[in-house]
């Protein structure tokens, strides 16, 4: 009987330790969850402001995209300006350049004037043509009553311009150059081709002729 009842109380202790334990490891376990649950209320904001820093950076790194994007960009556009410049510089060079060979030829050119000597000035001569001589078909009779009177005038004036023997003829300057012309080439005229415009001049055997022809007129 004393063997039992030790037994039992052997086992009643160690059903109380076992209680103590248990209850040892609740107390932990409750502890613990208090603590779990503790961590689970701070982790709650953590993670809110974990979720709002991954948005913020998300924001952040879209923007930095952007940006890079934009200064691309204006890389592109500022090189593209550099590269338009460099064409211009280079055709300013090339002009440059072109005028100043223009300028060493335009110096030489002034050089060599500087070192020529004038050129002497030129004496005109007055060219007088042969005489054309009066054909033998023609005679007074075959000429107008205006050429007589253009042969008398040169005659007794002396030599005139085809502009002077209008103005006395009362002809047109066409009219009157042909006719001048008409009595040279018959050969009743002398030409100074030396000067513009032409003087012309009787010829001495056809003022001769005309003198002959008034002198019996005359008596």
Same mark, same amino acid.
């Given at each position: ?6 037994e ?10 076992m ?17 779990? %649950?503790? &961590?689970?209320? =701070? #982790?709650?904001?953590? !993670? *809110? /402001? ?39 510089l ?6 440059? %350049?072109? &005028?100043?060979? =223009? #300028?060493?030829?335009? !110096? *030489? /050119?002034?050089?060599?004037l ?36 253009v ?5 007794? %004036? ?8 209008? !103005? ?16 040279y ?35």
């Open positions: 009987m004393l063997s039992f009842d030790r039992l109380k052997r086992e009643s202790e160690k059903f109380d330790t209680v103590s334990k248990v209850e040892g490891s609740y107390n932990t376990a409750d502890v613990s969850y208090r603590k779990a %649950e503790s &961590l689970e209320n =701070k #982790i709650g904001p953590i !993670e *809110e /402001q974990l979720g709002s820093l991954n948005q913020s950076v998300e924001s952040m790194s879209q923007a930095i995209t952007e940006k890079l994007a934009e200064n691309t960009q204006n890389n592109t556009t500022v090189l593209s300006g550099l590269t338009g410049l460099e064409a211009k280079k055709d300013i060079e090339t002009t440059q %350049e072109a &005028l100043r060979t =223009k #300028i060493a030829t335009f !110096e *030489e /050119q002034i050089q060599k500087a070192t020529t000597p004038p050129p002497q000035p030129q004496v005109q001569t007055e060219v007088v043509l042969p005489p054309i001589p009066i054909k033998r078909d023609k005679a007074l009779a075959a000429l107008t009553e205006t050429e007589i009177a042969l008398e005038m040169l005659s007794k %004036e002396g030599p005139k311009t085809a502009p002077e023997i209008k !103005e006395r003829v009362h002809l047109s300057r066409e009219h009157t150059a042909r006719l001048m012309k008409k009595l080439e018959d050969g009743y005229l002398e030409r100074e081709a030396g000067r513009i415009p032409f003087r012309y001049s009787i010829k001495k055997e056809m003022e001769a002729l005309l003198q002959k022809v008034e002198g019996p007129a005359a008596t």
